[in-house]
């Protein structure tokens, strides 16, 4: 029969939904419920595209025996950390702190104040490698809260207090200078693996943000080694078996330095991030390869992630049926020489397995091999390994596919809008244009209220229950205002401007300017979580600086100027300290000390010969953080547009920084040379 999580949304918390364990949603209800029966809770996070998650559920959640403990000593709380990343946050700190490691599946046990005082991640059924089984955590725990209540108490109320007194210094509510962003350029350098790309050891994950600070870096400075940093890494990670070869996009992490063996789920944060960063490395230097992924993680996108609604999925699950009933890790992605020559014939089989570095032994487990791109030299036939890249991708169309988890996500989908816009623009395709507008318009339908606040998620054309958290604001502005550059519609501004003012009013501290990651009035938990470092997406205190910057670039709002900057000085602070993990801060204050630069493109129509060529340009530019504003002169779209007429009856392009405005010019390649940053 099933659980209370049969009423939910939620893929991952539906994953759940006939387990045997009597699960109950994150809700007041579910702490009512252990005061009353005075019993611990046990708090499970994970998502749904999570590996372990679904071994811990197969194992032990699914288990009669297990589900029997539970259900008569504790009230279980299952949670999707994408539906609710402030609850995530708050206990993954905790564990964090406690145990000096943290990940998913999240295993907390919490007194019935949600206070927790025991911690770990994922617990195998037996004893394994030094680990209690879950049961025997179930029954120690169990016992210390009958025994032992007052020490459990104290050790809960502990916690609480320490994670209290664990506020950082913020620095002086000032942006980073030259000398800041230089020295977070070293401290890169130092990290930096000249091998392989990429920053530090295995794991490796991509560095989108750190990447995007590189390119506006070397835009702002000519520091050649910013570029080459960022070149390199992302050839590798192109070449790589974290890169689908076949279809496209990138898998979530690297479970080695060298980009080989990828964690097989596919997100869509990552992919919008990635996406983004390619298009633009080709803006800086032309690269094909850089033109080749950006395009096929976009088409990637579209494909697999696009919704009915059309919004895009969060994720595709890592595992996947091996055609034996079996569900195995990346069964979905990788090949045997035997399956390619089952596919391709003996010649073209071994090409293939040549090319894309498919061995005997295998590159994998049980001898398969994750398709990669070796460097070779020498001729290849490009159009035979093309058809053979056909062959191989219909060929695994007939597999058993990843489970998709469907939910619309808004501040992940806000990524994929600014992500399509701009790839859409530079590389002509209006149809991932029109894709962006489409999440675009049904993010304004389906999560903002009259007041324009966020709901986090939906799913199947329905809202979700948990209020947006400050990178939803932030990430959909952001996306918003990639959009209103690319199409010319000044309604996105506009969009942008009410969820900014929410960061504003709800998001921001008064007094230090420092940014918290829940709304005043969202519900409280026992601490208000406040990240300003990037995780796998933008930290949304940095996301927020950028889209207030931006903003402030569009309209002249002072006010949001004044935000951008405080909260930019987190970025002084952590910047030459820890710059791998506040790189999308380390770009804000880029585009800060480049003006950025404001961009009128003033033209009798948008589909005109020589507006076109002009807004393209202006587009193109590499200007850190540069806005542009395109529309007929006298228009009201946008502020930029104001009091900007042709020039001599010809379209025209104005470019303003930090209060001075060069000559309007009617020329694309004098245009360029002004926003070549």
């Not at 990940?103 to 104040?113: E, K, S």
């Not at 959009?483 to 900014?500: D, I, K, P, R």
């Not at 969202?522 to 300003?532: F, H, M, S, V």
């Not at 900057?565 to 030459?576: D, I, S, T």
Request: contains cysteine; aromatic residues 8%; hydrophobic residues 40%.
């Amino acid at each position: 029969m099933p659980n209370r999580l049969a009423h939910e949304t939620s893929p991952y918390l539906l994953q759940h939904a006939d387990n045997p364990v009597d699960w109950w949603p994150w809700s007041s209800e579910a702490f009512e419920e252990a005061r009353k029966r005075n019993v611990p809770v046990l708090l499970s996070v994970g998502y749904s595209s999570c590996h372990w998650c679904h071994v811990m559920a197969h194992e032990s959640f699914e288990d009669q025996e297990t589900a029997e403990y539970l259900n008569a000593h504790y009230v279980s709380v299952k949670v999707d950390r994408e539906e609710r990343p402030d609850v995530d946050a708050v206990y993954m700190e905790a564990v964090q702190a406690a145990t000096g490691q943290g990940g998913w599946p999240m295993t907390v046990f919490l007194t019935p104040d949600a206070e927790p005082f025991y911690f770990g991640t994922y617990f195998p059924p037996a004893p394994r490698q030094g680990m209690p089984s879950f049961r025997q955590v179930l029954q120690g725990v169990h016992q210390a809260w009958d025994e032992r209540r007052d020490e459990v108490t104290e050790v809960a109320e502990k916690i609480v207090r320490d994670l209290a007194g664990r506020e950082i210094s913020y620095g002086d509510a000032q942006t980073p200078g030259a000398e800041e962003l230089a020295q977070a350029l070293l401290g890169l350098t130092r990290e930096y693996d000249p091998q392989r790309g990429g920053f530090g050891g295995a794991p490796k994950f991509p560095p989108s943000m750190v990447l995007e600070f590189l390119l506006r870096h070397h835009a702002r400075t000519g520091a050649e080694g910013a570029l080459q940093m960022a070149r390199d890494t992302c050839e590798r990670m192109a070449r790589g078996g974290m890169y689908d070869q076949l279809g496209g996009g990138f898998a979530r992490y690297s479970v080695d330095r060298d980009w080989v063996v990828p964690h097989f789920e596919k997100m869509l944060y990552d992919n919008a991030l990635l996406c983004r960063v390619y298009a633009h490395l080709w803006r800086s230097t032309g690269s094909e390869l850089a033109r080749r992924v950006a395009l096929e993680t976009a088409d990637f996108m579209v494909r697999e992630l696009r919704t009915n609604e059309g919004g895009f999925a969060s994720a595709l699950d890592a595992d996947s049926d091996d055609g034996t009933g079996r569900h195995v890790e990346g069964a979905y992605y990788v090949w045997t020489p035997e399956q390619l020559r089952e596919v391709l014939g003996e010649q073209d089989a071994e090409l293939a397995a040549q090319h894309f570095g498919v061995t005997e032994e295998g590159t994998f487990e049980e001898g398969t091999s994750v398709l990669q791109l070796p460097v070779r030299d020498g001729f290849v036939d490009a159009e035979r390994v093309a058809s053979i890249r056909e062959r191989l991708l219909a060929a695994r169309s007939g597999r058993p596919a990843p489970g998709r988890d469907d939910k619309v996500v808004a501040a992940w989908n806000g990524l994929a809008i600014a992500a399509l816009a701009e790839t859409g623009a530079y590389f002509d395709r209006p149809d991932l244009v029109e894709a962006a507008v489409a999440a675009a318009d049904l993010l304004v339908r389906l999560h903002l209220d009259e007041q324009a606040r966020l709901t986090r998620t939906s799913k199947d054309g329905h809202a979700g229950a948990n209020a947006g958290v400050l990178e939803d604001y932030a990430d959909v502005a952001e996306g918003f205002l990639a959009l209103a550059s690319v199409t010319g519609e000044g309604v996105w501004l506009e969009f942008a401007g009410f969820l900014l003012d929410h960061v504003l009013a709800r998001f921001t501290d008064p007094e230090s300017g420092s940014l918290y990651d829940t709304a005043a009035d969202a519900e409280q938990l026992i601490r208000r979580p406040q990240d300003p470092t990037d995780n796998a997406a933008p930290s949304g205190w940095t996301a927020a600086a950028n889209a207030l910057l931006s903003y402030a670039a569009h309209t002249g709002s002072e006010p949001h100027r004044t935000a951008a900057e405080r909260a930019l000085g987190v970025v002084k602070a952590l910047g030459p300290r820890v710059p791998r993990f506040i790189g999308w801060g380390l770009a804000a204050a880029e585009a800060v000390l480049d003006g950025p630069r404001e961009v009128a493109v003033v033209g009798p129509a948008l589909d005109d010969e020589g507006t076109r060529a002009l807004h393209r340009t202006a587009l193109l530019g590499t200007a850190p953080g540069a806005v542009v504003a395109a529309g007929a002169p006298g228009s009201d779209e946008f502020p930029l547009l104001a009091d900007r007429p042709l020039v001599g009856g010809e379209p025209a392009a104005y470019v303003c920084r930090n209060f001075t405005c060069d000559a309007p010019t009617t020329e694309p390649d004098r245009l360029r040379t002004v926003l070549s940053g």
